[in-house]
């Protein structure tokens, strides 16, 4: 055996360890650097996770806030609606006493050319009339009772009509 052979390779083997050795370091400096990037975009996925999450939950309470007040406006509107109609109601109720113990009645302006009434009437001045000069006719009191019936349940559709309204405004936006 040469010793310059031997030489060799020993020179040989240690630039294999030297090169197995680089190879190895390359290896986990590449394996290093891979995982720091795989760790930041870890990260920046969570940081977007998490600002997607907080936005959702921004938008879900602000909506619940919109809900919220939406709600208080139709409690309100419900109430104020319930009190009208109720106070209609009792208007009704009352002015149908009024004319069932006759402390009211209802009369209705006649034609006067139609008639052939006087200008002035004799009724007219009395205590208590309203229409001077033209000539009046009074109805019974149940027809007027019938009236009245007929007028309340009118109001209490035009209530009805402008709580529908306003509840069609506010869910719609409209102003």
């Known amino acids: 055996m040469n010793i310059n052979a031997v030489k060799w390779g020993g020179v040989l083997l240690i ?13 986990e400096w590449q394996a290093n650097a891979y995982g720091q990037q795989l760790a930041a975009k870890e990260a920046t996925h969570q940081t977007e996770r ?11 309470l602000a909506e619940q806030g919109k809900r919220l007040a939406l709600e208080q406006w139709l409690a309100a509107s419900d ?9 209609e109601k009792t208007k009704q109720v009352r002015l149908l006493d009024r004319l069932a ?17 006087d200008a002035v009437q004799a009724t007219a001045a009395a205590a208590g009339s309203v229409v001077h000069g033209s000539c009046r ?11 009245i019936g007929i007028t309340g349940d009118g109001d209490q559709g035009l209530i009805a009509l402008q709580a529908c309204q306003a509840y069609a405004k506010e869910v719609s936006g409209i102003k």
Request: proline share 2%; net charge negative; glycine share 4%.
């Open 79 to 87: 109430q104020s609606h319930y009190r009208a109609l109720t106070d």
């Open 101 to 117: 113990t006759a402390d009211l009645r209802l009369s209705v302006q006649l034609d006067a050319a139609a008639t052939g009434c």
């Open 15 to 27: 630039i294999l360890a030297l090169m197995a050795g680089s190879g190895w370091a390359a290896w």
């Open 50 to 60: 998490t600002d997607l999450a907080n936005a959702n939950s921004a938008q879900i």
């Open 137 to 147: 006719a009074r109805l019974d009191p149940a027809h007027a009772q019938r009236i």
